[in-house]
């Protein structure tokens, strides 16, 4: 079979097959997916090199579909190199089978999770920053973006670092099939404007007609020879393409076609073709040294911030264990992860304010085998949020550090005050949750970090705390200390980072007032020390909870649910911050928060009294 004649029968296939799955699975894109079924023919046939037999080969190519809804054809492109077989494909959107709705890694070798539009190019870039600076493989990155998630902030952050990154090895093919869900795209099919805006990212702008197969050949072939630039080929489509019931039709996103049969036999009929995809040269990934050292310890009574036991600890880690990596927002002298960039440069990546890119980078590194942690202000993070969702939804497994927790940094105000991020770490799936309130504990949990599965966050402090943990003591994911108890506790304080201190001081007060305090310093929230919390609960007269968060969803709801099953529990009441602070001193705001060691003896005595 002619060369041009094979592709446009596997292009045809790839249309049918998409057709087929939705119809089978009663939902789904298949018009999204026959607008780029020319381009993932032509890739397929001849530029992608990826043994699918061995998905874990390090040498791959990686194909991310960022138009994550076009999964029938990704599902298609599979069956056609032999991943899958023709019953699991009809098994498209079932319950329990691996072709979900949107790709996810269940299904190999997709390495991470699409359908949040926006999210692909940016993983891509990751996966590329591996490729260049970390793997040291030949390996491209290919990213089949819609034309409609351009609109989105985060593809233009990934444009913007991958042109400043100069990765020559990530190709983004843009489908400008010109209609999206309701309506045209901003840009409708104005290629030339595309051309513009990626040329001005620094990009290798190819615009090619979508449809034809030797434009897209030709454009793929000069894709691959740009060594200076990311490519990126803009194609002009039509949506639905080869079914006139449906081609460049406006209201027929996201529906199975009225008449699959009568669409497959205008597409010619069911296809047999199968393609056998380029395998990469052998390749083995770089691994870094490691020098040794051991974990930074801190005598009882120094007085250290959290965020400099962080970007200590992380930096020892690095010398440790070669897999680890850093990604900072531009704030590294504030998170100190800068001690890392400095004692480890070449696993050091400067990402600059754009958190969307920066842990989607980071789900591109972790794809690849790499442990990032990845920090910035714990209050810009809540701008990821759906990419940290999302990234559960991968199955990733990152490390985030949000310092600046809370009211206690003072005179920044409430812009820059994490006050929102337990609740919002906490309601992510399988998540960790940590918020030492010294600089052993600190060191101990990011180390523990380094090991888990999920996501994990840990929450650091600005200001200065005193250490009161001994560096030999067990502290653990999951795990609590009791600062202060006696077989005839009153109530119990429980507490997290800077309000520990604060809850120490009221505890001694009370005291002095014949009040015994249980205090509980609560340095994991999720998982929480569900234990020691029910045992203090039976224990004493009333649980008062104190923390330097938005009232809802943090520590004080965490104790709440460790507490829910127990049917004789006694009063449980909460201290958070109510009220929008303003700047002033550490002190003045905590005070004015009501959640100082003054406000904690005030509630202590109420509960006590009544």
Known sequence: MPHNDFRHSLAQQLRVDSVRASDAGGSGHPTSSMSAADLMAV???????????????????HLVFSKGHASPLYYAMLKAVGAVGDDELLSFRSFGSRL????????????????????????????????????????????????????????????????????????????????????????????????????????????????????????LSQAVSVTDRPSVIIARTCKGRGVAAVENQPGKHGKPLEDPAGAVSELGGNHSV??????????????????????????????????????????????????????????????????????????????????????????????????PFVSTFGAFLTRAHDFIRMAAVSRADLRLCGSHAGVSIGEDGPSQMALEDVSMFRSIHGS?????????????????????????????????????????????????????????????IVACGITVGEAEKAAEVLDAEGVRARVIDCYSIKPIDRPTLVDAAAQTRAVLTVEDHWLEGGLGDAVLDALAEC??????????????????????????????????????RQLVKA
């Open 432 to 492: 960790t949750v940590l918020h030492p309130s010294d600089a052993n504990q600190t060191a101990a949990l990011v180390a523990e970090m380094a090991t888990l599965p999920g996501i994990s966050y840990v929450r650091t402090l600005r200001g200065r705390t005193p250490v009161r943990t001994s560096p030999e003591e067990n502290i653990r994911v999951g795990g609590s200390r009791v600062l202060f108890n006696s077989d005839d506790d009153d109530l119990t």
């Open 100 to 219: 979900e709705g949107h790709p996810t890694p269940r299904i190999p070798p997709t390495d991470v999770a699409t359908g949040s539009l926006g999210q692909g190019l940016p993983v891509g870039v990751g996966l590329a920053l591996a490729g260049k600076r970390l793997d040291g493989l030949p390996y491209r990155v290919w990213v089949l973006c819609g034309d409609s998630e351009m609109a989105e902030g985060s593809i233009w952050e990934a444009f913007q670092h991958a042109g400043w990154a100069g990765l020559d090895n990530l190709t983004a093919i843009i489908d400008v099939n010109r209609l999206g869900q309701t309506r045209e795209t901003m840009l409708g099919w104005d290629v030339d404007g595309y051309v513009a805006r990626c040329e001005a990212f620094g990009w290798k702008a190819i615009p090619v007609d979508g449809h034809d197969l030797d434009d897209i050949d030709a454009a």
């Open 567 to 604: 049917a004789d529990r006694p009063p449980v009441r909460k201290l958070a911050v109510t009220e929008m602070p303003v700047s002033g001193k550490p002190g003045e705001l905590l005070h004015a928060a009501h959640i100082d060691a003054e406000a904690i003896v005030e509630a202590a």
């Open 274 to 371: 199968s393609v056998q995809v380029k395998t990469p040269a052998p390749g083995t990934p770089r691994r870094f040294a490691t020098v040794g050292g051991s974990l930074p310890r801190w005598e009882i009574g120094e007085e250290i911030a959290t965020r400099q036991a962080y970007g200590e600890a992380l930096t020892e880690l690095g010398g440790l264990r070669g897999d680890v990596v850093v990604l900072d927002g531009e704030v590294s002298n504030s998170t100190m992860s800068a001690l890392f960039a400095k004692a480890h440069p070449e696993r050091y990546f400067e990402m600059f304010i754009a958190e969307q890119q920066m842990v989607a980078a980071a789900v591109g590194l972790q794809a690849r085998g790499w442990v």
């Open 43 to 61: 890739l397929l046939d001849g530029y992608l090199k990826l043994d699918y037999a061995h998905p874990d080969n390090p040498a791959n190519d």
